[in-house]
């Protein structure tokens, strides 16, 4: 039965026997291969360091180092490469070895066409599957770095509309510690982003009607009413009273607490500019 190469082929044949090496070379050659060959282990080393050929088939038994040797030092430099191990009689505790370390498959001598055919195809299936693998985690890893970089994107997206808000955002963790405190807070509130960020709690900062709804949503986890605006007056650190508007939210992931989040807006402008409209009328 006649071997049949779906693409042209690097093959490497190490083998101590001429006869062998010369019946390989014509049998594969005439199917396509490009066959080399070594007739030692050291040679045939070297030879495969300077090629890379995908398949070899070597020798167990040969003087120097052995068909074992070989396939670990083969292994070392290309762990993809596949390793066919041609046995004699007698030879199978290290056939068996021989697969442990990876080898593809083994032949017994002599060679038939036909053994020789399946384990080239096995060979080749093996290459084929490791080329798929290799491309579906190549695919794999541009979607996670894609899906990464969409995800900071966004996340730097987000950031700089709290951080530019005029409005003042303020985020706390499930105890009700400050973790976000923009620029729009420090406006009304007066604080710097060092004195509030993960030193103060919301009891800090709130209007005692804001902290206890807000205390009993994250103690509770329950959802209170915050969403509606309402006005509030905001003690601001140079004792002035800041009037606002409120809105706000505890935070949940997957039914836990995780969190809060209130929204103040500076009405003082507004204010101003309706007293100056009714002392104007």
Known sequence: ??????????????????????????????????????PGGEEGIELFKAESPPIVLTDIKMPGPDGIEVLKRIKDLDPDAEVIM??????????????????????????????????????????????????????????????????????????????????????????????????????????????????????????QELVSQFAAGLAKGVQVELSEWQEVSIGAKNGEAVPTRFSGSILFAESEVVGSVGFFQDLREIKRLQEDLITSE
């Open 86 to 207: 041609i046995t004699g009689h007698g030879d199978m505790d290290l056939a068996i070895e021989a697969l442990k370390l990876d080898a593809s498959d083994f032949l017994n001598k002599p060679i038939k066409d036909e053994a020789l055919s399946v384990a080239l195809k096995r060979a080749e299936q093996r290459i084929a599957i490791k080329e798929k693998l290799k491309s579906y985690t190549d695919d794999l890893e541009n979607m996670v770095q894609i899906a990464t970089e969409e995800v900071k994107r966004r996340s730097e997206f987000q950031n700089k509309l709290i951080t530019t808000s005029n409005d003042a955002i303020i985020a706390t963790d499930e105890k009700g510690t400050v973790v976000i405190y923009n620029r729009g807070a420090e406006n009304i509130f007066g604080y710097a982003r060092s004195e509030i960020i993960r030193k103060v709690t919301i009891e800090y900062l709130y209007p």
């Open 1 to 38: 039965k006649r071997l049949r190469a779906i693409n042209m082929s690097k093959l490497l044949v190490i083998d101590d026997e001429e006869g062998i090496r010369r019946m390989l070379t014509f049998s594969l050659s005439s199917d396509g291969y490009e066959v080399l060959t070594a």
